[in-house]
């Protein structure tokens, strides 16, 4: 399936760039007029998985973090978030709620929970020591025609 329009960005893992890459997200799909709740949850999810990125992936480092925003018809929206850093041992495990590997306790290990519950579709593949690629789906109620 080819998609109707696409968007790329690549930044640097600093936490300071996760609104840029919420809000970049989010502008880019307005495209499709969707409804406030869908644009908070999907500026959720890209946030968890940005945050990801920069705490775990590459803790103590920079890195690039690379997005790619594809929309499809019918208001089909998918999301990839890439990292090349530490990559997950376990997914399964890491998917669980309150698993957390960070050592401090401002992390309450709920990040994939989180995009699970906003959006439709959560795919996560990893490989240690290359990075880790978390991609979201999701289909909006409404929809703008010839994006």
């Known amino acids: 399936m080819k998609p109707q329009n696409e968007m790329n960005l690549c930044f640097e893992s600093k936490s300071s760039n996760e609104s840029f890459a919420r809000a970049t997200v989010a502008a880019f799909i307005t495209q499709l007029d969707p409804t406030i709740s869908e644009l908070s949850d999907i500026k959720t999810a890209v946030s968890e998985a940005v945050t990801n990125c920069v705490v775990h992936a590459y803790k103590d480092t920079i890195g690039k973090i690379y997005i ?80």
């Open 68 to 147: 790619t925003a594809r929309i499809f018809d019918g208001g089909l929206i998918t999301i990839k978030i890439r990292d090349t850093g530490c990559g997950i041992p376990d997914i399964e495990k890491a998917m669980e709620p309150l698993f957390t590997t960070s050592e401090s306790d401002d992390r309450a290990g709920l990040g994939f929970a989180v995009m699970q519950s906003f959006m439709d579709n959560v795919k996560v593949k990893s490989s240690v020591g290359k990075g880790t690629t978390v991609t979201f789906t999701k289909k909006l109620s409404r929809r703008v025609q010839n994006v």
